[in-house]
């Protein structure tokens, strides 16, 4: 048992390190975005305590943490000022005795009614908007998920899931790719702590793209000296999320769960806290106050960069701006609902995002 746990620890660990490919930086990135009000209320810094049904997307073995009833989470969010859609829907169910569980999740990150201003000048140079038509940008994930508990004792319980991921995304009819992934991930829990790892893309992922133009688009972007696309491929690269989590209790209806994380990506040099021409780390803070296990509040930091100071008009001056996060949720028997508020890291206007999350546990009548 040891042997295997040590090879799969491994394997998570040193697996993105292996591969020698070219990988497109900030491919995919709205895999990245997070899942569920509550985690997206704690910084994303979910890796080491997630156990509900958003664990296929942020750590899948912390499915094994979902036990005796189905559970299903729906979430919606406005970016950019409402300009974009990003929705999300995840369900998970205990199998064989509680010992294994299925998740399956759905993400959907869209700008929708773009204008296609490709005809807006006719060929005499006049200017006609009936010619605009508008088209949508989405990008679309589904994820299949498995975990199982590995190992228990009375000091800890060892838990381990793997993900297969579909990627679909459209422009309008103009592109459209299709992609594939797997991920992988452990968590080791005790009475008030768990630590996580969460192998992201540990094959690599990627989206093989085609396009497709009728003679007269191609004919209005040659003129308007644009390049026309033929066929591309983008590959992601792998990355890793640590983290570890503790749960301070104040005694029986109040406590404080804490957890600290980094995503560690392979990709090349970002602009992160820790960053090099061959590895970088983004750190997650985040905190949940739970007061008998029915009101929560919630607040976290993620997303440091630096960036250039407003007001400096030499554009020497780099200063550290956050994307900070905070949240409240309340539990009604068996159904949580959960909001999320936070900004994109801006040092002036930013640009406020709104989340909301329904969390429904399917419990039988007589467990309510």
Request: hydrophobic share 40%; charged share 20%; glycine share 8%.
């Amino acid at each position: 048992m040891k042997q295997s746990i040590i090879a799969l620890l491994s394997f998570l660990l040193l697996g993105p390190l292996s591969s020698n490919a070219q990988f497109r930086k900030y491919s995919n990135e709205f895999l990245n975005i997070g899942a569920g009000a509550r985690g997206l209320a704690m910084g994303n810094a979910q890796v080491a305590s997630v156990q509900d049904a958003t664990a296929g997307y942020w750590n899948p073995a912390g499915l094994a943490q979902v036990k005796n009833n189905p559970m299903a989470i729906i979430m919606h969010a406005d970016y950019f000022g409402g300009i974009a859609k990003y929705d999300y829907l995840a369900v998970a169910a205990p199998i064989q005795d509680n010992k294994r569980t299925l998740g399956f999740s759905f993400l959907r990150f869209a700008v929708d009614d773009i204008p296609n201003t490709l005809f807006l000048v006719e060929p005499d140079g006049s200017i006609n908007y009936n010619n605009i038509k508008t088209f949508s940008s989405a990008d679309y994930a589904f994820i299949m998920s498995f975990a199982q508990k590995v190992k228990e004792n009375d000091n800890f319980t060892l838990n381990a899931g793997a993900n297969a991921k579909v990627i679909y995304r459209k422009v309008g009819k103009f592109a459209n790719a299709w992609g594939f992934g797997l991920d992988a991930g452990v968590q080791l829990k005790g009475e008030k702590w768990s630590l996580g790892i969460m192998a992201k893309d540990i094959t690599t992922t990627f989206n093989a793209w085609s396009f497709k133009f009728t003679e007269k688009e191609k004919e209005a972007l040659y003129l308007t000296k644009n390049d026309i696309p033929v066929k591309s491929t983008e590959i992601t690269a792998p990355r890793l999320s640590l983290g570890g989590a503790y749960n301070f209790a104040f005694g029986e209806s109040f406590n404080i769960a804490a957890e600290a994380s980094v995503d560690v990506t392979f990709d090349g040099k970002r602009n992160t806290v820790l960053s090099s021409n061959t590895i970088s780390a983004d750190p997650h803070i985040g905190l949940e106050a739970a007061i008998k296990n029915s009101f929560y509040v919630r607040a976290g930091v993620t997303n440091f960069q630096k960036a250039l100071a407003d007001g400096d008009t030499t554009n020497q001056k780099k200063v550290w701006i956050y994307q900070p996060s905070l949240g409240a949720g309340f539990k009604i028997k068996n159904v949580n609902i959960d909001y999320a508020f936070t900004n994109l890291a801006n040092q002036n206007n930013p640009l406020y995002t709104h989340v909301i999350s329904l969390r429904i546990n399917f419990t039988k009548k007589d467990e309510e």
